[in-house]
């Protein structure tokens, strides 16, 4: 089955990001983000370098030294963060103003692709980094057992 998959460059900058977010006022380590996010590190770098080039993360050299936020989570959005690495977002060709499309003029499917492309960039403009970051997974059931002791049992009837 084929998906429509957002490319491991975008879902590794979210990730990363959200990490830092984690820890505000620290610094964290290439390899410690690497190592918690399950990102390689040679993958991670060149994430960073875009990250810092737009201005979301910024270096600290020396003893102690690492990777932060340049600005507020609650200031960045996912939206930044994937154009930071893939440059503008489009759902297809001809919903970015500029190309043009032959078949435009009478395309069935151009009110669909442009729908899809205000919906997914006001879901990433509107989604902050806090936000995310404020949310934190619950955790995982490890067996059926655990999941069966976890489940509400009914209430248990009383006797008239």
């Not at 489009?90 to 205000?118: F, H, I």
Request: glycine letters at 8%; aromatic letters at 6%.
């Amino acid at each position: 089955m084929s998906l429509m998959q957002i490319p491991r460059k975008i879902e590794y900058a979210l990730r990363a990001m959200i990490y830092l977010a984690d820890h505000p006022s620290g610094v964290a380590r290439g390899a410690e983000i690497a190592g918690r996010e399950h990102i390689p590190k040679y993958y991670l770098e060149k994430v960073i370098r875009d990250l810092m080039r737009r201005g979301l993360v910024r270096a600290r050299r020396g003893p102690g030294g690492g990777y932060q936020l340049a600005r507020d989570a609650g200031t960045v959005t996912f939206r930044d963060i994937i154009e930071a690495v893939e440059g503008p977002i489009k759902l297809n060709l001809c919903t970015d103003g500029s190309s043009s499309c032959a078949l435009q003029p009478s395309c069935r499917m151009y009110r669909v692709w442009e729908k899809g492309q205000r919906v997914l960039l006001e879901v990433f403009s509107d989604t902050s980094l806090a936000e995310i970051a404020a949310t934190r997974p619950s955790p995982a059931v490890r067996s059926p057992a655990d999941a069966a002791s976890r489940a509400i049992s009914p209430a248990k009837s009383q006797p008239a």
